[in-house]
């Protein structure tokens, strides 16, 4: 297991506290992201006055979009898919996507995926020196049920990746499971409980590509891996972190500090499905 720093752990949160922002100020426009807006990122105020909101005069939410023509962000409400196919070529962060932490050299980026016929793809280059590290974040409507998530990777040699998931709690985002690469053995990984704790997830194939599912019990705060379409006997109703009840809101694909940690990883078609 390579853990996360605490240091760059305090970090995401004190950054994703402040573009919340405090909510005080009315909107300037109807997409909610210039730079006098009341947050730039999410509706969280009582005094929205945009003529396209969900009713005549404020919002009647405190945090997130509930409709489809309110003036910031479509609700996810049955999740998301992303392919990468309406992106532009280039470096992240792109439509949704937040550079919550990035040093040294580590960076993300959409490339063409000439092996696979799906077009567009995410390539993780992580550095590897002991300050190279990328923090990536995907923020979506945050929800509290039974779901699944669901992402294809590959990575080359011996890259390092970790893929997790955040819950929201009081504007601050709290970590609840991860998947990584175990640097020892080249396998899956899965985290899981506290204190934290570790499972190799045998069937992981290095240097090809892998479809990962994450099958959440979010009732019972436990989650499953399939890796390929097989469920994993081992990584099997795995305990959250936290599992306090407090909604999922975002994952993160991390390219995490250490030496000789890093390398090149490739993503594709990162999928959630909402249980009604």
């Known amino acids: 297991m390579k853990p996360f720093t605490l240091v760059s752990f305090l970090f995401i949160l004190l950054l994703f506290f402040s573009m919340l922002g405090c909510g005080n100020g009315a909107d300037d426009d109807n997409d909610d992201s210039g730079p006098s807006d009341d947050d730039g990122f999410l509706d969280d105020d009582s005094d929205d006055d945009n003529a396209s909101d969900d009713d005549s005069a404020v919002d009647d939410d405190t945090l997130a979009d509930d409709d489809t023509t309110d003036d910031d962000t479509t609700p996810s409400s049955n999740g998301f898919t992303i392919d990468f196919e309406d992106y532009d070529l280039g470096e992240l962060p792109g439509p949704d996507w937040w550079k919550a932490l990035q040093n040294g050299s580590s960076y993300a980026e959409v ?62 985002l709290n970590s609840e499971f991860y998947v990584d690469i175990h640097m020892d053995t080249g396998q899956l990984e899965a985290i899981y409980g506290a204190p934290q704790s570790s499972f190799d997830c045998p069937g992981f194939v290095p240097s090809n590509w892998n479809t990962i599912n994450l099958s959440i019990n979010f009732i019972d705060a436990k989650y499953t891996v399939y890796i390929n379409g097989i469920e994993n006997d081992i990584c099997h109703d795995l305990d959250f972190f936290i599992g306090d009840g407090h909604p999922l809101a975002a994952f993160m694909v991390v390219d995490a500090s250490g030496s000789g940690v890093g390398g090149d990883v490739f993503f594709d078609n990162f999928e959630l499905v909402i249980n009604p």
């Open 111 to 172: 490339v063409i995926l000439n092996e696979k016929a799906s077009g567009k793809g995410m390539h993780l280059f992580g550095g590897l020196e002991i300050i190279d590290e990328l923090y990536m974040g995907y923020r979506f409507d945050e929800y509290a049920s039974n779901s699944t998530f669901q992402f294809e990777v590959k990575p080359e040699g011996d890259s390092y990746f970790a893929v997790g998931l955040y819950q929201l709690n009081n504007n601050y």
